[in-house]
């Protein structure tokens, strides 16, 4: 089968780490058939349904959008299948494709995932990288298969994670590189030019899907651990821990150096340069630079120590 220079393509995603492959196959030659995301989800006080970002993206450019709960349901396969794409593109979809999917388009299915595979297969490979200390991670583009990230894979490029790096910024730089990878792997892919090569799977870890009790920190652990936690679990679940039975979110958090004679969860006035408030752990101390209390505005460390009386001497729960 001759395969066109701008390609008949269905596009699966649903989260805002989607967006930006989506916009790149838009304002690319191919043409996007269908975009396929997650069905809407209730969220916020009223329980509203919101519809995924994939979603609201695709009805701007006038792209039908399809929101199946269960894709390898026969009916859906038939629907799918009628499309007739040339390629699919996944990129947090959501879902794992089966077989009978996976052998609609020609030229298969290209997905972009945001780490260095066989490093961090699964559901949650950005924070799983900053909660490990990972000096680096990267983008993938690779041929699904029907296992878990455990397809051949086509490109990779990686970049440094930096100190202050959180998911929300990790996962904006990663979505823009694999987007470009995307584009400039579809070119030689179409013309037979590039060879898959299989994943080592001795090397593989993996990643399952965050839970909001997860954000909670544990005071004995250490502060370079509890340090990346914030980061990692930013912007969801967050982290918390409580403050006179109110839940208190630690939005930013530095690691610091121990000071000794200090108890876990025993908050430290003025623990290093620029930080008014800190929190020592089982191994040094942790800086709160903003926090947001139970029913309140954000705040810096030094507006809540100052707003907070008996903060200073406080044991949080560890």
Known sequence: MLISGSMR??????????????????ASPHQVAAAYTQPDRPSGRGRHAIPPPVKRLALEHGVPVAQPRRLRAPEEVARLRELAPELMVVAAFGQILSQEVLDIPPLGVLNVHPSLLPRHRGATPIPAAILAGDAETGATIMLLDAGMDTGPLLRQERIPIGPADTTASLGERLSALGARLLLESIPPWAAGQIQPQPQDSSKATYCKPLAKEE?????????????????????????????????????????????????????VA?????????????DGILGLLRVQLEGKRPLTGEEFLRGQRGFQRALLPS
């Open 9 to 26: 393509i269905v596009f699966l995603g649903t989260p805002q780490f989607a967006v930006p492959v989506l916009q790149a196959l838009l």
């Open 215 to 267: 954000g909670e920190l544990d005071w004995k652990q250490p502060a370079v651990t509890l340090g990346r936690r914030v980061r990692a679990l930013d912007p969801w679940p967050g982290t918390f821990t409580r403050w006179q039975g109110k839940l208190l979110k630690v939005l930013e958090a530095r690691p610091l150096p121990s000071q000794p004679g200090l108890a876990p969860g025993q908050v």
């Open 270 to 282: 003025h623990p290093g340069k620029g930080l008014a408030a800190g929190v020592a752990t089982g």
